[in-house]
C-alpha cells in the first residue's frame, strides 16, 4: 500500500482553495446579520435576499472552481468551519473598537447563537451551488472542446 503523500496534498490544498471563497462568503454575511450596519450595503436590519444571493454566487464560483463534482461537495462542507472561524474574527473587530463589551471567550458562542440561521442555510446552499457550479463548468467545457481539437 503505497501512499503517494504529495498527491494527497496537493488535493488536500486544491480543496482548501476551493473552499476559500464560500468560506469568505459565509464569514461575511455571518457577521452582516449580526451587524448589518458595520458592513455593505449599510441597514438597519440584515436583508435575507442579500444573505442568499451572497451566499448562493460564492458557492457556484467556489463549484466552477473545483476540477470534480466530489471536490467540490467537499470544498462546500470545508467552508463551514473556515466561514465561522472568519465571522468569529470580524466579530472581534466591533469588541475592539468598544461598540461592546464581551468577553474574548465568548465571542464564537455569540457568532453561534445570533447567526445560526446564516450558518445553517449556507450548509444546503454550498452543496447546491457547488453541483450547479459544475454544470456550469462542464457546459462550457464542453462547448469549447470542438474548437481546441480543430486547431
Do not use: C, K
Amino acid at each position: 500500500m503505497n501512499i503517494d503523500w504529495s498527491a494527497q496534498f496537493r488535493r488536500v490544498l486544491r480543496i482548501l482553495r476551493t473552499s476559500i471563497v464560500p468560506a469568505l462568503a459565509l464569514g461575511y454575511t455571518a457577521f452582516y446579520s449580526i451587524y448589518p450596519s458595520a458592513t455593505f450595503p449599510v441597514s438597519s436590519d440584515a436583508s435575507f435576499s442579500w444573505i442568499l444571493l451572497v451566499l448562493f454566487a460564492a458557492s457556484i464560483a467556489g463549484g466552477i472552481q473545483a476540477e470534480y463534482l466530489q471536490e467540490a461537495l467537499v470544498a462546500g462542507v470545508a467552508a463551514l468551519p473556515l466561514g465561522f472561524a472568519l465571522a468569529v474574527l470580524l466579530a472581534f473587530t466591533p469588541g475592539l473598537a468598544g461598540l461592546y463589551l464581551l468577553e474574548p471567550s465568548a465571542v464564537p458562542f455569540f457568532i453561534a447563537h445570533f447567526a445560526i440561521l446564516v450558518l445553517v442555510l449556507s450548509f444546503p446552499v454550498n452543496l447546491l451551488g457547488a453541483v450547479i457550479g459544475q454544470l456550469i463548468r462542464d457546459r462550457f467545457r464542453a462547448s469549447r472542446a470542438p474548437n481546441r481539437l480543430s486547431r
